[in-house]
């Protein structure tokens, strides 16, 4: 398994933009497929976005297609979650996770997990 420290949530504005990013350990960092996930109090942790090891497949839910966009650097072990363009609703708690699966999409499939980053969006 690999340890995961999310960064750079925050406080922004409507229509606005963050660069959330998820720092790894481990020599095999490079071998999981990553994901982001989010969640909001009283609600289950829901899909946003994910990558394979190699970044040759990205996949996202229908609510962030075309404003969010994920990538990772293996050399530093990093993952991002470029956000564009955000609204209130996606208000929540940012989590990156490790998995073994491209395509995944549920929590079941991911096996390391961060703490979470906030992220807050006023309209």
């Known amino acids: 398994q690999v340890q995961l420290v999310e960064s750079g949530g925050g406080m922004v504005q409507a229509g606005g933009s963050l660069r959330p990013s998820c720092v790894g350990s481990?020599?095999?960092?490079?071998?999981?497929?990553m994901g982001w996930f989010r969640q909001t109090p009283g609600k289950e942790r829901e899909f946003v976005a994910g990558i394979s090891d190699g970044s040759v497949r990205l996949w996202y839910a229908d609510s962030v297609k075309g404003r969010f966009t994920i990538s990772r650097d293996n050399t530093k072990k990093l993952v991002y979650l470029q956000m564009n363009s955000l609204k209130p609703e996606d208000t929540a708690v940012y989590y990156c996770?490790?998995?073994?699966?491209?395509?995944?999409?549920?929590?079941?499939?991911?096996?390391?997990w961060g703490q979470g980053t906030q992220v807050t969006v006023s309209s």
């Open positions: 996770a490790a998995g073994n699966t491209i395509g995944a999409v549920s929590v079941r499939n991911f096996h390391s």
């Open positions: 481990g020599r095999t960092f490079g071998a999981y497929a």
